[in-house]
């Protein structure tokens, strides 16, 4: 979504340019032709001014008048009959500095030497109270209307392109202004010079509107020439619009790959009408995220256009890319006789992905890739099972294929029953709510609990929290049991309270999407307020991962931190949270990822982002919580590094409520 909007966007700037830089050719046609038109017309009143000069005594005069207003006109010639390009190749040092060399930019210096050319003819043209001493000699009447004439016939003829009548325009009215205005002043020349005034600011904006009203037409004009690719060849036009619209409609504009609409209808087709077992693969880019927020959308576009080409160059033989969307791809192609081994080919698109970007500079990318191999079944069927071995691909680490097996096989399985018995589970008290302590003092005092829900389910054992998680939020459970957790957490504090451990927090999970599902503000606080339970004790635990999905989330937050109820980061490490955003959601804990705690005694990167994570929370007052501390040995570390809170198989694993209270008894105050 974040792609589409920024492709949008830019899409309506590049039109908007578009069509600007249109107008301005027209503008460019319009005024090379009107100019044309004007010059004779110039020729001759200047002819004429010169003859009625001569007959009043003033020939020297009027013929370097004449001789500066020719000379103008003469280069003006020129600038008409030449080409737009061939100008700009002979004044190059018009250029404007940082000003593009493409036709957008021949087309302003053009204009702009128009407009400067009609300025310094209008200023020869300013030069007349020189041949009637200042409109003051009985020829004033001839010139004035002289003027008058050719500056308003400039306006009528520099219609297209304000900015050259106004030029012109200007320099001979001032100038009768300022002689009736200077020289015999009496009241008719003052009423004169007013009525100057008057008319230079009438033809001004008559050329503005003028200018207006063309670039309207312009412009309806050229949306309609590209909207219908030239009325001279509708017919054919039509026929490219719609095959160009059939194309956009199965084709990612960004990659020029199929999108998840054509590769439905070929694969459907595909498969329908070859015998052979095909293979799909489900590919997904490893770190792709960071990409956008480290370089910006049009580096992550670059990025994508690349992993298209190197995908499409390391194809196996009658294989269909796709791309379904984001940094996702599927690729079909059938296993015939001659084919290649799925995991070779898997084996080279990895390859071919993890080479060096050259716009990511000490950034490098992963592809997690998930295979099926068919039988029988509907491509939806198969991206169901594709897309399972993926995400088992990426479970496991960068750079990984996995093929779909009997476990994933049995694993969607068992989503499917769980999503199916998940209701009655609720209804019937099957779930249960257990407690992983949270201890400091090296595991001598509590801290607090984490709420982990758990089900025992009758045919497939035990679920884990993430899965059931995910499967009430597709079955349309999700509010159902967070308040079914809620209730549990809650009863937790109250056992705390009543046992003066008000001291500890229990904290509990909350991803984003149930937020923009659930009114969590409500069924939070209102569940705290019900049973009177302070708001300090209760912590929501939002994933880093997904902490970037948050903007519909960012108003409950922040009410809930308001009341008192602590936010925690967890998994912090593995996503892409920035400092600003940490403050923004008003974060007093992160819990450091188990990837980064497990085995930490030998892994001395590890270490060093545990290091920086801790001296960061020291220097913006937020809390850390060590998670998956599993050995002495990592406890020991984690001292050295004055770490405080710690989680862990080491110190305890979750356990059921009954112990959890048991164990709130035992541990001694913080």
């Known amino acids: 979504m974040n792609e589409l909007k920024t492709e949008t966007g830019a899409g309506d700037q590049d039109s908007r340019i578009a069509l600007r830089q249109l107008i301005r050719a027209d503008q460019l046609t319009a005024a090379r032709h009107t100019v044309m038109l004007s010059i004779p017309v110039a020729f001759v009143l200047s002819g004429i001014s010169t003859f009625v000069a001569w007959h009043s005594g003033k020939i ?118 300022f002689c009736l205005l200077a020289f015999d002043r009496t009241p008719t020349r003052l009423a004169l010079a007013a009525t100057a005034v008057i008319y230079l600011a009438g033809l001004i904006r008559g050329a503005r ?15 309609a020439t590209t909207a219908n690719h030239a009325l001279a060849v509708a017919h054919e036009d039509l026929r490219q619009f719609a095959a160009r619209m059939q194309y956009q409609a199965e084709h990612d504009l960004l990659t020029g790959l199929l999108d998840r609409a054509g590769f439905m209808q070929v694969a459907t087709r595909v498969l329908a009408q070859q015998q052979e077992r095909h293979c799909l693969m489900f590919l997904d880019l490893d770190g792709f995220k960071v990409i956008n927020d480290a370089y910006g959308h049009e580096a992550g576009d670059q990025v994508l256009i690349e992993v298209a080409r190197r995908l499409q160059a390391a194809l196996p033989e009658g294989a269909t890319l796709a791309r379904l969307g984001g940094d996702e791809f599927v690729i079909l192609y059938p296993l015939t006789v001659q084919a290649e081994l799925p995991e070779q080919v898997a084996q080279r698109l990895i390859a071919a992905i993890r080479q060096p970007f050259a716009r990511l500079a000490h950034r490098h990318i992963g592809l997690s890739l998930g295979i099926y191999l068919s039988r029988g079944d509907d491509i939806n069927e198969m991206l169901v099972c594709s897309d399972a071995a993926m995400y088992e691909a990426k479970r496991r680490g960068r750079n990984q294929y996995q093929v779909f097996n009997a476990a994933l096989d049995a694993h969607l399985q068992m989503k499917r029953d769980v999503e199916r018995d998940l209701a009655q589970a609720l209804a019937d008290g099957e779930l249960q709510v257990w407690f992983q302590p949270i201890v400091c003092d090296g595991g001598r005092a509590l801290d607090g609990f984490e709420a982990l829900v758990r089900w025992t389910h009758r045919r497939h054992g035990a679920i884990a929290p993430p899965d059931l998680i995910e499967i009430a939020a597709l079955a349309g459970l999700s509010e159902e049991l967070l308040r079914f957790i809620m209730g549990e957490v809650a009863a937790m504090i109250r056992f705390m309270q009543d046992n003066g451990r008000s001291d500890l927090r229990v904290s509990m999970n909350i991803s984003p999407r149930e937020m923009e599902r659930i009114v969590i503000e409500d069924l939070v606080a209102g569940t705290l307020k019900r049973q009177d ?131 709130v008894l035992a541990l001694a105050p913080a």
């Open 209 to 223: 509107v003028g200018e207006r009203m063309f670039s309207r037409a312009c412009a309806l004009k050229n949306e």
């Open 60 to 177: 020297w005069v009027a013929l370097v008048w004449l001789a500066c207003a020719t000379l103008v006109n003469v280069v003006r010639i020129p600038l008409c009959r030449l080409s737009p390009q061939r100008v700009a190749q002979l004044v190059p040092w018009m250029q404007r500095r940082g000003e593009a060399g493409g036709p957008g930019a021949v087309v302003e210096l053009n204009l702009r030497l128009h407009w400067i050319l009609a300025l310094v003819s209008g200023i020869a043209w300013a030069g007349m109270p020189w041949l009637s001493e200042g409109y003051t000699t009985p020829e004033t009447l001839f010139y004035l209307t002289c003027v008058c004439g050719i500056t308003a016939g400039a306006v009528t003829h520099g219609f297209a392109f304000a900015r050259i009548p106004i030029s012109f325009i200007t320099p001979p009215l001032l100038s009768v202004i």
């Open 533 to 663: 339970l302070p708001a300090r004790m209760l912590e929501i635990e939002i994933t880093e991962e997904t902490a970037l999905d948050l903007q519909a989330a960012t108003q409950t937050l922040t009410a809930l931190a308001m009341q008192g109820v602590s936010i925690a980061i967890d998994d912090f490490g593995v996503g892409y949270s920035s400092l600003g955003f940490l403050r923004q959601m008003h974060v007093s804990r992160v819990k450091i990822d188990r990837s980064f705690v497990t085995g930490l005694a030998d892994q001395t990167e590890n270490q060093a982002l545990v290091s920086a994570v801790l001296q960061l929370a020291e220097s913006f007052g937020f809390q850390v919580v060590a998670e998956g501390v599993e050995s002495a040995e990592d406890l020991q570390v984690l001292q050295s590094m004055r770490c405080h809170a710690m989680q862990g198989h080491y110190f305890a694993e979750p356990m059921p409520a009954e112990r959890a209270r048991q164990h």
